[in-house]
């Protein structure tokens, strides 16, 4: 099997990013935004370290997020809207691997990204003599597997609707992938309150379904210090690889049977 | 002749969305274009063209009826080594230049290294663009980007190519190059088959054409036959030494006559005032310089076809 076309298509894509303004004002405001962590922990007496933590990681997740909403909504449905879409499908490209190379494509970028990001980030704890250990690394390395699946959520968003759709449903998911304990919970509370178990089974197979961002969330351990073990790090890890990988192949599945109009 | 592109009773809906029905894009359609045409249709807008294209490059999947493309049916991976698509108002990544444009549509081919260099390299000087290979699509003309995108649709080398509209939104200096270009690709033994609103080029080019009509095929066939089925409409002739006394009695005769310098233009109605014309030049002396029969330009018969076919209708 080869994989020339997947790596165009990718390589192609990550040209595209890269050429696009919106992409560097973004990651500018991030690296701002995390030097800015500087100034405002001078405000603090004695948590200077937790601020620039905190702030630095907060706005690496934060840009990140953006760019993969932003871009990853786009990543089919403008390709359709602007019609370069018919000159590759009628290559012999099958749609699956068309989808392969623009989420690889956007993987890169966000790999890039969000490398350029810590990268700022590591440098300003260099200034305040801070060493990155292991959590540290690994909080960086979980927000990138949420973008992910994050990125996969919106790519199959843009299989099947419009980019401000996608925008909307992609942001919800960020949204709703953080409050999923809160659904186990009121899952728990309705099976004491109600005697059928209708709502709370409902729930729960909601809190199963939907992709739980809190794993991917270490910034109180980062911050507190508290050092994390590689297996459970692995375990997250692995948890979402698998999600993002399932996300992509129901869009392949989706897009496989989509006519082109 | 081997048949490239075939179809059979296509026929091919849309959805309108919800409670507003479905549209009828392609209706029985049934057609076959052989090795080495040059195959144009023709039809106003929405007549069921770019479906028809999309349907033969397996970007929709027909409702009912079959097409096959070199033997294949379509939508066939492997078939798809063997076509190239030129798409309607085509918009590519602005962000490339024209080589890299080029080049990465070779390696959807899985071509790479030397044979892709030198492909790239005789597509750019085929289109004419070989001193802007380094310049963004987003600064090429219109026509510039039409020419890139023949060539994209030629990186393979495939043994059918399909244009939609390929002359459309062209000044006369762009449309003379893409016209160059097909039959450039007709010398090379290629099949073309587009669709064109611009029927003198159609006319020129092509030598068998179908007609199109809300999806159903109104007419198809050699465009000299189509032209010719119709009888010759006029007769222009030219003639010199004819006196200033003598222009009255041309008069008498033509439809309509436009006095040169040295030489006079006939336009005459009817085979019989050839002949009448003919006899007088005889008795006075006049010299045929130019005699030219006017049939109905493919224009006129598509006009035909389509009032006729709103006539059937109503």
């Known amino acids: ?261 | 002749m081997q048949v490239v592109v075939q179809t059979e009773n296509l026929r091919m809906e849309f959805s309108l969305g919800l409670g507003r029905g479905r549209m009828v894009a392609l209706d029985d359609l049934t057609l076959q274009v052989e090795s080495g045409e040059v195959f144009g249709v023709l039809g106003p807008n929405g007549s069921g063209k770019t479906t028809a294209m999309k349907v033969l490059t397996g970007l929709c999947a027909p409702t009912s009826g079959s097409a096959w493309v070199l033997g294949q049916p379509v939508g066939n991976v492997s078939v798809k080594n063997e076509i190239g698509f030129l798409p309607e108002h085509p918009y590519f990544y602005e962000y490339l230049t024209a080589e890299e444009f080029l080049r990465f549509y070779a390696r959807l081919f899985r071509r790479g290294g030397l044979v892709l260099s030198k492909r790239v390299d005789e597509l750019l000087e085929l289109v004419g663009l070989t001193r802007q290979r380094r310049t963004r699509l987003q600064h090429f003309s219109k026509g510039m980007l039409q020419r890139i995108g023949i060539a994209q649709a030629l990186i393979n080398d495939p043994r059918l190519v399909l244009l939609d509209e390929p002359m459309s939104g062209l000044d006369p200096v762009g449309r003379r190059e893409v016209r160059d270009i097909i039959l450039q690709l007709r010398d090379q033994g290629k099949t073309v088959f587009f669709n064109s609103h611009i029927l003198p080029d159609v006319e020129m080019i092509c030598d068998r054409v179908a007609i199109l009509m809300e999806g159903r095929l109104l007419a198809m066939g050699p465009v000299r036959e189509l032209v010719g089925s119709i009888s010759v409409r006029s007769v222009e002739v030219e003639l010199e030494s004819v006196s200033s006394t003598e222009i009255a009695v041309v008069e008498r005769m033509a439809e309509k006559v436009v006095v040169m310098k040295n030489y006079l233009i006939a336009v005459l109605p009817d085979m019989a005032s050839v002949d009448e014309i003919l006899r007088l030049a005889n008795v006075h002396g006049w010299r045929l310089r130019a005699m030219t029969p006017r049939r109905a330009s493919l224009e006129e018969i598509f006009l035909q076809e389509v009032s006729k076919h709103h006539h059937e209708i109503r």
């Open chain 1, 1 to 261: 099997m080869r994989f020339g076309d997947i790596a165009a298509i990718a390589q192609n894509t990550y040209k595209e990013n890269l050429r696009d303004k919106i992409l560097y004002n973004l990651v500018i405001f991030g690296l701002v935004m995390i030097g800015g962590s500087l100034l405002l922990s001078t405000l603090t007496i004695g948590e200077r370290t937790k601020i620039i933590m905190d702030v630095g990681l907060a706005s690496i997740e934060l840009f990140g997020t953006l760019i993969a909403i932003f871009v990853g909504i786009g990543l089919v449905s403008k390709e359709l809207e602007k019609r370069t879409i018919y000159t590759i499908l009628c290559k012999p490209v099958s749609r699956s691997r068309f989808i392969l190379g623009k989420y690889l494509g956007l993987v890169i970028t966000l790999f890039v990204n969000v490398s350029i990001m810590g990268i700022g980030f590591f440098l300003i704890l260099a200034l305040i003599h801070v060493v990155p250990n292991f959590t540290i690394v690994a909080a960086v390395l979980l927000i990138f597997v949420q973008l992910l699946i994050l990125t996969a959520f919106a790519l199959l968003c843009s299989t099947f609707t419009t980019s401000t759709l996608s925008a909307m449903f992609t942001l919800s998911i960020y949204v709703i992938g953080h409050l999923t304990e809160d659904l186990k919970n009121l899952a728990l509370r309705l099976s004491d309150v109600f005697s059928s178990t209708f709502s709370s089974t409902l729930l729960e197979v909601v809190y199963y379904v939907l992709p739980n961002f809190d794993y991917f969330n270490i910034k109180g351990e980062v911050v507190h210090g508290v050092s994390i073990d590689p297996a459970t790090v692995g375990s997250i890890l692995l948890y979402g690889l698998v999600y993002a990988a399932v996300l992509v192949a129901l869009s392949c599945l989706i897009f496989e049977r989509r006519d082109v109009k």
